[in-house]
């Protein structure tokens, strides 16, 4: 009976101190997590900045850096621009046009999209008809958006083109980095590892 209690007792204590290294640590852990879905390439300048259909603020982004001097161009998918009932590659391109960005460098498509891999289908289309060569993509999108995003672009695009993600700085961002801290992050979060899972099998 003494052998068993101590046995008990030695499952019970590792128990505990493990769940106090869990409680203790659990913030770089979590963080870890998030942190695995961003991707944030070394920057250079590329021949087109591609906005990833969502808010206003990936639009704003890529035409800061568009006017930092990394892209030639920017192209639109389709999608709702936050709060419109307009379509958002045509608001978001008016936007760019009153922000100083010439109109031939901006280009629209004006398809819906369901997914990203939709949006990585229209880049591919784009480039195909475009009259000039496009060797380099720039993609721009939400922090946790950007490991699913790299390896669907590539998946599609194939290594003819080169593909750098540039995800929005978290303070231009309507998610937090520590993501586990605000439910419209946590769900962000969540749904990107099972939408990433769902790719890897489908794709």
């Not at 008990?8 to 640590?25: I, K, M, R, S, Y």
């Not at 060797?135 to 939400?142: E, L, M, Q």
């Not at 946790?144 to 599609?156: G, N």
Request: with cysteine.
């Amino acid at each position: 009976m003494t052998g068993k209690l101590l046995a008990c007792f030695t499952v019970l204590t590792a128990a505990g101190f493990l769940l106090a290294l869990l409680l203790f640590f659990h913030g770089p852990v979590l963080q870890a997590i998030g942190d695995y879905l961003v991707i944030r390439d070394g920057l250079q300048p590329a021949d087109v900045i591609h906005v990833s259909a969502g808010p206003d603020h990936r639009a704003r982004y890529a035409i800061q850096l568009y006017q930092e001097g990394y892209g030639e161009r920017i192209f639109f998918t389709g999608g709702r621009c936050q709060s419109q009932d307009a379509p958002r590659e045509h608001r978001c391109a008016d936007l760019a046009e009153r922000e100083g960005i010439p109109k031939n460098a901006i280009t629209v498509d004006g398809d819906q999209v369901g997914s990203t891999y939709d949006e990585a289908v229209r880049l591919k289309e784009f480039i195909a008809r475009s009259r000039d060569p496009v060797r380099s993509v720039i993609v721009v999108s939400d922090p946790h958006h950007t490991r699913r995003a790299r390896w669907t672009y590539r998946r599609v695009l194939g290594d003819s083109v080169s593909v750098w993600m540039a995800p929005i700085p978290f303070e231009a961002s309507p998610y937090l980095r520590q993501w586990w801290k605000e439910a419209a992050s946590r769900s962000f979060v969540s749904s990107e590892y099972l939408k990433f899972i769902f790719y890897l099998l489908r794709y």
